[in-house]
């Protein structure tokens, strides 16, 4: 089991900047990927931004050159840069982690979420 606890959200105005924190306890020796996904009201959840254990990034295209994923393995945190913040970036920001597994002849992945974190953007 992995447990994962986000801090940093809360309100910013259009324009402004924001650092999005994660920490990962429990058995984090096996993660994999870790990253960010949001969901406002209404909307079903989507990826924001994914970081390989390797450090590969990708970002949704709503996102790129604004958003900034790292990583510190030794700390088993993944955090979130937000910078140029817009209307539309408000949302609850959910930290995931992946985690494969074998079974049998396959590689499977569990996903763990932390609680959320609420980002609000005022105008």
């Known amino acids: 089991q992995v447990q994962l606890v986000e801090s940093g959200g809360g309100l910013v105005q259009a324009g402004g900047s924001l650092t999005l924190s994660c920490r990962a306890s429990?058995?984090?020796?096996?993660?994999?990927?870790m990253g960010w996904y949001r969901q406002a009201p209404g909307k079903q959840r989507e990826l924001v931004a994914t970081?390989?254990?390797?450090?590969?990034?990708n970002y949704a295209d709503s996102v790129k050159g604004r958003f900034t994923i790292s990583r510190d393995n030794a700390k088993i945190s993944v955090y979130l840069q937000m910078n140029s913040l817009k209307l539309e970036d408000a949302a609850v920001y959910y930290c995931?982690?992946?985690?494969?597994?074998?079974?049998?002849?396959?590689?499977?992945?569990?996903?763990?979420w932390g609680q959320g974190t609420q980002v609000t953007v005022s105008s």
């Open positions: 429990g058995s984090t020796g096996s993660i994999n990927a």
């Open positions: 970081i390989s254990s390797g450090g590969s990034t």
């Open positions: 995931n982690a992946v985690v494969p597994y074998a079974s049998g002849r396959y590689w499977r992945e569990t996903d763990y």
